[in-house]
Structure formats: C-alpha cells, structure tokens
C-alpha cells in the first residue's frame, strides 16, 4: 500500500514547490553546504586574523618589555609601590613582564573579537559591540584602580611619617585608616566607573564613609575627650621642656 | 656676564642705578630680627670702615617681608664713628634695604645679594645671619681680606661652638662633605661666608633657584659649588657663634629636609668629582684661634630618644627599602637600650648615611618622604652623640667627631661600589 503511494507520486507528476523531488532534496542541501562553505571561509579567515593576532601582539609584547625596560620601569615600580602589590598578588614576574603581557593578552582579546565579527552572526556582533562599549569603562576603572592604589599608598605614608615626626605613638594607626578610607573610595569611583548599580554604589559608600566618619567624631568628641585633654596638657607640659640646640 | 635686571624689586634696581659701582658687598638677609639686627649692622658698618677706609662699600639688607621693623632699623642704625676710628673713610658706606623676590627663604634673600654684587662690579662680597649676637667687627675683615688680599674665591666661618650645637653639621653635613670632596672645611653650612665677585657670578648662573637651594639649602650648596667648581677656598675663625634664641618657625622637620635633601642633590651631581677623591686635606685657616666660653645648652635626650623608638616601631616597613635587614636588627637593638647606655655606634650610623644617599640615587622613595625617614634616626644618633660626649670637654667631643670622620672615609668604597 505504501510502496504503492510513493510509486504514485513520482507517475503522477506530483509538483513541489521549487521544482522536483530531486530538486527540493538538493536545494536545501546545497543552500546547507553553501553556507557551511562560507562559515568555513569566514571561520578560516577568524583563524587568521587570530593567528596575525597572535604574531602581531607577540611582536608588541616584546617592544613592550625592551621599551620598560629601558626606561627602567622596574625600579620606578620599586619605588612607587607597583611591585609590592604585584607580589601581594602572588604575581612573580618583573613588572615590565607582567605589563608587557597584560599588553599581549589585551590584543589576543581584540583580534579575537575582530575575528568573531568577521562570523557575522548575530551572536558574535551581539558580543563585538558589547566588548568595544564596556571596553573604555574597563580601561578607566583599571586605572582609576592602580593610580588610587599608589595615592592611597602614597598618602598613608605621608600620615606616618607626619605622624612619627610629630611624636605621635599612634600613627601607624593613623596611616592605615588613611589608607582604608582612600581604598573604599576609590573601590567605589572604579565601581562608579564601571556603571553597575551605580546607585547602589553610591549609596553603600554613603553611608559606609558618612559612617566611619560619624563614629570617628563622636569617638573623639565622647570617649577622646580625657585623652584629647592629657594630649593637650602634655603639650603644653613639653613646651617648657624644649631644648635649645641649634641643629645646623 | 649679564644679570636680568627686572628680577631684582624696583627699589634696588633705582638705588643700583644711583650708586654705579661698589668694591665690597656685604650682604644680610632677614626675617623679623628686629632684636639683633641693630646690633649686626653696626659691627658691619664698624668693619668696613675700619678694615677697608679706602673702598667703596655697601650693606645689603635682603629681607623676607619682616613685620617688625627690621628694614626701618637697617637704614637707621647709627654709630659714633669719632669714639671708634682715627680715620674717616673716603666714600660713604650706603645701605640698602630691599625685599627680594621668589621662594621664600634665605637663598632667595642671597639671590638678591649676589645679583646686586654682580650688577656693582663688586671684587669681593660677604654674607652674615641677622640674628648673630656675637658679631664683631673683626669678622668682616676674616671673611673679606682672604679674599681682597690673598686671592681667595670662597672663605667658610670657623666658630668656636658649644659640643652640642650644630648637630645636622658634626653628624651628617661636615662628615660626608669632607669625605666625599676631601676637604675639611669644618663649618660648610655656618651661614656666614665670603667669596669673590667670579664666585658670586658662577653662583648667578646656576639654575637652582627653584629649588631647596632657595631656602636653607644655600649654605651646603655654596660650599660644595666652590669646591667642586675648583675655586680657591679657605676658613676663617670667628670667634664663637652665638645666635638669637631660636625662632619657632625654624621647623627641624623643614630645615633638615631643606639642607639634607640639598646635600644629597649636590652628591648627585658632582659624582664624577668625589668618586675618584681619596683622603682628605686641611685648608688655609686665617686667624687667631682663641679659648672662648659658649653659653650651656638645654637638651631634653629623653624626647630624643623617644622619638627614635617611635621611629623604630613604626617606620620599619619604609625603612626595609632603603636599609638592609643587618641595619634594621641592630636598630631594633639600640631602641631597646636604656638611656645611659644608650648608643647608636658610628659604622652603623655612617652605613645609614650612605644607604641614604644610595637610596636617593636609585630613587627609592620620593625625596621628601625618604629625608623624613631619616629624622627619627637622626635624632636617635644626636642623643647618642650627646650622652657620650656628656662628661667630655669641647675639645674631646671634637675628637668623638673626628673618629665619626674617619668612619665616613673609611666607609666610602662601599658608597662607590654602590651607585
């Protein structure tokens, strides 16, 4: 009976739309292998301009690394504190390294990213414009990070010298509460910069800094006010101890 | 060589004009010293007239804005020459009063000085502190006839001072120059020098009026110049120095950062120069070395100290930069002595010296940062050095500072080595 029916299809002249059976079989295998062919072109052309990638971002990491380290970046991350935070990170290369890579890590990332668009799917042009959007947010939230990093740094180091050189036994403290309130701050302007829940962040650091320094206040003005009062006398107390000595 | 009249104030440059030319300058720079400032222009004025009746001489006063008076009292301070001198000068000695421009601070004040030395013609000049009290006239002519008469560039003060006085100098500023620049000039920043019209031109010419230079840096800064600059040098003994009592706003933080920072720049860039020196050499010394009593000091040694432990506690994680662990340890071991044993030894204190300046080299620190480090040890050492040269007499706390020296000579390869 079956046999039958599809024996009568073929002896009928049955029409497809589009053509004949054979036709309606090959069409849409052809249109599958014409679009197979060209995802192929256009995956071997991603593959290329990752591989260019990979050599041009090779070439600038090495640029990189003989540029730092001539201008002897090294030693200036010695000195503002660069390499100290690298290795509280546990990362042991030299910072000219570790710049020079995350240099060729950046590039690999847009050349793959240039390659996924060269796909033109709606998925990878969909992932391309969200990447180049949030690209110069991250850019500026890295750096808002890094140089709040070495101010925070700068100025905690700034307070314990001012500190110690004053005579004043509690400085170190003094320093790392300068320090953790530059950090918060600046831990909320990356998220700020960021743009994710901008208004959640705002508030949470309200609160958080008015807070601390609410607390600091009625420390002072409550709990402080015997020990500001010794401090005060102790001064004046000092001044009648100070010596003569002419230092130069 | 040409000096750029517009920077000097309007009124110097009309009393220029007025006057032509000049042979001697004497230059004093002020800020408020109304109290003493009387009292030095007169020994000035007494000095030139009596020392050098036959040139034409002016008293510059360069002063920082003073709001007591201290420029009125310049021009007005009179003298009874008849009780003083047999003969009367041929010219009239003139005086000028003027505020300078720039940094505030008593290198801007010599600025000034030397650019109205310069524009006078002048063959030789002097400067002296405003606040001295124990000027006389005879200072005048140590500091000028060495160079009027003898040819010298650069005359540095020789005082008599109390064993306690001038610490920054007998621990840091006398010892690395002398051993660097191999010559022991034994007051390279007493504040009151005498030099040559060439010299005062080659100071005109440097470009470091931005800097600490402009401020109390300018003593260590001529002193090193004229030496590295290969002008003919020699010291000259005053007397004792006694100043007016000290100015609160004479910060030690300031003027330590000031001067330190100023030797440590100067070492920067005459290392060409002292890395190849070996040894050091006296200067010519004019005048007459005499016994003179110099009034008792008050030093409180316990805040001293107390402010080096603080140092200690608290300063090590800046300090692991600049010194090694050795220097840290035994650190740590001298805050836990108590005071009569009290001791911060001369091979550690001169191997943080020169960590410093090392430090200061391969750009450890910001500048600032680094010479505020540097304080609490600082005065950790001065308590040091004052606990043992207590029962000492000045002569033999004047050798304690030459067994300091010699350490700093015999520690200097490993500054050379270093760099």
């Known amino acids: 009976m079956l046999r039958e029916s599809i024996l009568s299809l073929f002896s009928t002249g049955y029409s497809f739309p589009g053509g004949s059976f054979l036709s309606a079989v090959v069409g849409p295998l052809k249109t599958f292998f014409t679009n197979l062919f060209t995802f192929v072109i256009y995956l071997v052309v991603m593959v290329i301009i990752l591989v260019i990638g990979f050599i041009i971002a090779s070439i600038i990491q090495r640029f990189t690394l003989k540029l730092l380290d001539t201008i002897g970046f090294n ?174 | 060589m040409t000096v750029d009249f517009s920077l000097l104030p309007e009124q110097a440059q009309e009393k220029i004009k007025d006057l032509g030319s000049a042979d001697i300058v004497v230059g004093i720079a002020s800020y408020n010293n109304a109290r003493t400032i009387n009292h030095v222009v007169m020994a000035v004025d007494a000095g030139l007239r009596k020392y050098f009746p036959k040139d034409r001489s002016v008293i510059i006063n360069s002063d920082g804005g003073s709001s007591d008076g201290t420029p009125e009292l310049v021009k007005n301070t009179t003298i009874d020459h008849r009780t003083v001198f047999l003969e009367h000068p041929i010219y009239p000695i003139h005086r000028i009063s003027t505020p300078y421009h720039g940094i505030p601070g008593k290198g801007s004040a010599f600025r000034t000085i030397f650019q109205m030395a310069v524009l006078l013609g002048a063959k030789a000049c002097c400067v002296v502190d405003a606040d001295l009290r124990s000027i006389t006239p005879e200072w005048i002519e140590l500091l000028l006839v060495p160079v009027v008469k003898e040819g010298y560039d650069f005359v540095a003060p020789l005082y008599s001072r109390h064993k306690y006085d001038g610490s920054i100098t007998n621990s840091i500023i006398y010892p690395v120059t002398r051993s660097l620049y191999g010559k022991r000039i034994r007051q390279p920043i007493g504040g009151e020098f005498g030099f040559s019209g060439k010299l005062a031109e080659f100071y005109l010419s440097q470009d470091v009026w931005e800097s600490n230079v402009a401020r109390y840096g300018i003593d260590i800064w001529m002193t090193t110049e004229a030496i590295a600059g290969g002008f003919k040098i020699c010291q000259a003994y005053l007397g004792a120095k006694i100043h007016d009592p000290k100015d609160p706003g004479r910060d030690l933080r300031d003027m330590f950062v000031q001067v330190v920072g100023s030797l440590l720049t100067l070492t920067e860039k005459h290392y060409n120069k002292w890395k190849e020196i070996k040894g050091t050499e006296d200067i010519p010394t004019f005048g007459f070395k005499y016994f003179v009593g110099v009034e008792p000091i008050n030093v409180n040694i316990e805040k001293m100290i107390g402010q080096f432990k603080l140092g200690v506690e608290s300063l090590k994680d800046v300090w692991k930069d600049i010194l090694d662990e050795g220097t840290i340890q035994a650190l740590a071991e001298v805050s836990e002595q108590k005071i009569p044993d009290f001791h911060l030894d001369n091979r550690t204190w001169v191997k943080i010296i020169y960590d410093y300046i090392l430090a200061f080299h391969h750009k450890k620190l910001s500048t600032e940062h680094l010479l505020k480090s540097l304080i609490p040890l600082y005065l950790g050492r001065t308590a040091s050095f004052f606990l043992e040269v207590g029962d000492l007499n000045n002569e033999e706390a004047e050798g304690v500072i030459e067994n300091l020296c010699m350490e700093y000579e015999k520690q200097k390869d490993y500054l050379v080595k270093g760099w």
Not at chain 1, 138 to 146: D, Q, R, T, W
């Open chain 1, 75 to 248: 030693n200036w991350s010695d000195k503002v504190g660069l390499t100290s935070i690298l290795q509280k990170g546990e990362v042991r290369i030299p910072p000219s390294q570790f710049v020079s890579l995350v240099f060729y890590w950046f590039l690999v990332t847009a050349f793959l990213i240039a390659g996924l668009a060269s796909i033109d799917l709606e998925m990878t042009n969909t992932i391309v414009s969200v990447f180049f959007m949030f690209l110069p947010r991250f850019l500026s939230a890295i750096l808002v990070l890094i140089l709040g990093y070495l101010f925070s740094s700068f100025l905690a180091r700034a307070t314990l010298l001012a500190g110690v050189n004053a005579g004043l036994k509690y400085s170190r403290l003094l320093a790392e509460a300068v320090r953790l309130l530059m950090l918060i701050f600046i831990f909320a302007m990356a998220l700020e910069q960021l743009g994710l829940a901008t208004g959640i962040v705002v508030a949470a650091f309200s609160i958080l800094f008015g807070g601390i320094l609410l607390a600091l206040a009625i420390a002072f003005g409550l709990g402080g006010k015997d020990v500001a009062k010794k401090i005060l006398e102790g001064n004046m107390a000092k001044e009648e101890e100070k010596d003569d000595i002419q230092h130069l």
